[in-house]
């Protein structure tokens, strides 16, 4: 698996939706999806009809990988302004930076290509790792679980 990622100057983004501290070990993914995707409709202001599926790492995560090692996973919108907030839902901001933006196709968890993501492209480039968020957009050819699937993995870099 080789694929050249586009590097792209994210300008900062605001979402809104709903969060989750979870492990790998403990996937909650799926419930927080179903909770979101119910209520989705409740958000204004949307500026994109994507879904975003985001996750804020702590320092020094990938250093030592542990499945165990706990993650705060969103589900959630674009949108131009964070006023109105449904009930028990929050704001993020996403801070501008520089992403490498991978393109996935194919059904199920793209576990191939984030262990080429952080175990082979981002040690042979001329990057590191960000602290800023990562996420996945999942766009109009975004189809779960489905072999034609499509959706972007944005991994926040920086130069070495």
């Not at 449904?86 to 968890?109: D, N, Q």
Request: overall charge neutral; some cysteine; aromatic content about 14%.
């Amino acid at each position: 698996m080789k694929m050249a990622p586009r590097i792209i100057e994210l300008k900062s983004r605001k979402v809104i939706g709903i969060s989750q501290e979870m492990s790998l070990v403990d996937n909650q993914t799926f419930e927080l999806w179903k909770s979101f995707r119910v209520r989705s409709s409740e958000i204004k202001n949307r500026i994109s009809e994507d879904f975003i599926s985001l996750q804020l790492f702590t320092n020094g995560y990938f250093d030592v990988f542990n499945p165990a090692n706990r993650f705060v996973k969103w589900a959630c919108v674009e949108v131009g302004s964070i006023e109105n907030l449904p009930h028990e839902m929050s704001s993020l901001t996403i801070p501008g930076g520089s992403y490498a933006v991978f393109e996935h196709k194919g059904t199920g968890s793209p576990q191939d290509i984030f262990q080429y993501i952080y175990g082979e492209w981002i040690p042979k480039s001329k990057y590191q790792l960000d602290d800023r968020p990562h996420f996945e957009v999942l766009g109009a050819k975004y189809k779960f679980n489905n072999p034609t699937s499509e959706e972007e993995i944005w991994i926040p870099i920086k130069t070495k």
